[in-house]
């Protein structure tokens, strides 16, 4: 038996199992991101419309209460701080709505060059 040639045959064997437990991982893992996708997408969607809601809640309310500040002082006063109160309100708002796409997008796997 030669020993270069038996050399050459184990490297050859090696060579091919080593691209069939690559190409085997490979699969799995695609198999495993297709199965969590769903999960992972369904979840992102909750917590992303919760994010959205909770926001546009807290944003709708606090720039009710600015108008309110802003009408209910009397000479003038009210006007600056109620116009600061709404917009604490909708930038607490937007904040939420950014956050929301946020968790969607990571729940549905999107990249951030999409």
């Given amino acids: 038996m030669d020993p270069q040639k038996t050399s050459k045959k184990a490297q050859e064997?090696?060579?091919e199992a080593t691209?069939?437990?690559s190409s085997t991982a490979s699969g799995m893992t695609d198999?495993?991101?297709g199965?969590?996708?769903p999960v992972t997408s369904t979840l992102g969607n909750t917590l992303g419309g919760v994010a959205n809601t909770v926001g546009g809640t807290v944003g709708a309310a606090t720039r009710g209460l600015g108008e309110t500040v802003s009408s209910a002082v009397p000479g003038g006063m009210?006007?600056?701080v109620g116009d600061a109160v709404s917009n604490i309100g909708s930038g607490v708002e937007r904040g939420a709505?950014?956050?929301g796409k946020g968790?969607?997008?990571a729940g549905e796997m999107k990249?951030?060059?999409q």
């Fill in 13 to 15: 064997t090696m060579g």
């Fill in 19 to 21: 691209e069939q437990a």
């Fill in 31 to 33: 198999t495993l991101a």
């Fill in 35 to 37: 199965a969590a996708k």
């Fill in 78 to 80: 009210g006007k600056p």
């Fill in 97 to 99: 709505k950014e956050i």
């Fill in 103 to 105: 968790v969607k997008d």
């Fill in 111 to 113: 990249g951030s060059e």
